[in-house]
């Protein structure tokens, strides 16, 4: 199993990690979650943009997970 590239480990993780707080923000947002297949596009999505902003501004892409996360409709 590759550890980097978009199917790796790592990734998986950071996909993992933004679905749950996807997930979390929708609740406290008391928004209706979106189903399963949404919510992983979704977090898919947040992790390929945070990816190319960190490539950019040589930024963490936890830290960029957490602020495009923030950023939802409270």
Known sequence: ???FGKN???RKQEVAF???LLVWKYEKS???LPDEA???DHAKKVVEDAHMIAKKSGSNVLEIL???IKDIKK
């Open 1 to 3: 199993m590759a550890i």
């Open 8 to 10: 790796g480990f790592i």
């Open 18 to 20: 933004a679905k749950k």
């Open 30 to 32: 008391g928004i209706a």
């Open 38 to 40: 949404a919510i992983l």
């Open 66 to 68: 957490k602020n495009q």
